[in-house]
């Protein structure tokens, strides 16, 4: 009995032993596999951190050409909404003055009267003061001015692009209305009223022209 029991005791230890040395080991082989399924993952989320970056690169990269482009449209719609605007191509509107050249109201005894009408020079003249001065539309009694209109005196009418009209004759400007005043005054306004022309300058909060094609023009 007591060899028994010895031997029990023996086979029960050894078998405890060779179970907790099993069980440590399977412990270790389920850690060992956590650990590579974690690098695995961290290195996973490394390669797609990468690769979001490039494709945000890429996306910003996309964003600032389109930005460019709308940009470059944009100003390239501006400057033909401006060019059209100084050729007269659309209706505009704005401040400025409007200039009123009449004949004169006396005319000496013995005098030609011819020498109190206003003429094509006169009109030309205001015309290109008010341009140097920075007009962004010129109007002729209510007329588009153009690059290539022209402008000559038939007896007492004067012709604007084919268009006659008697005295007064209003010649409208857009723009700076205080700088065109001060232009005029300094310059063409004496030169007009040497040559017997009444001259009447009115500043415009808001002035309307039609296009230089426009049916009503």
């Not at 086979?11 to 956590?34: C, F, N, P, V």
Request: aromatic share 6%.
């Amino acid at each position: 009995m007591l060899v028994t029991g010895f031997f029990l005791s023996y086979s029960y230890q050894t078998t405890k032993k060779e179970a907790g040395t099993h069980e440590t080991s399977s412990e270790w082989k389920q850690e060992d596999g956590l650990r590579s399924e974690i690098l695995k993952t961290q290195k996973t989320n490394r390669e797609l951190n990468n690769e979001l970056k490039k494709i945000q690169l890429q996306i910003q990269n996309r964003e600032n050409k389109l930005a460019d482009q709308e940009k470059k449209s944009f100003n390239l719609v501006e400057d033909l909404k401006k060019l059209r605007e100084v050729t007269g191509g659309i209706k505009v509107k704005g401040p400025g003055i409007e200039v009123t050249l009449s004949d004169a109201s006396y005319i000496p005894e013995g005098e030609n009267p011819n020498n109190y009408i206003v003429h094509e020079e006169h009109i030309r003249s205001v015309i290109y003061e008010m341009l140097v001065s920075g007009a962004e539309a010129v109007a002729v009694n209510g007329q588009r001015i153009s690059h290539t209109s022209y402008i000559s005196c038939i007896g007492p009418v004067v012709s604007v692009d084919g268009n006659q009209y008697p005295a007064p004759f209003t010649i409208s400007a857009i723009g700076d209305k205080t700088v065109l005043e001060k232009s005029l005054n300094l310059s063409v306004v004496n030169e007009l009223v040497n040559d017997g022309v009444e001259v009447r300058i009115a500043k415009k909060d808001e002035i309307t022209m039609d296009p230089y094609l426009s049916k009503e023009g």
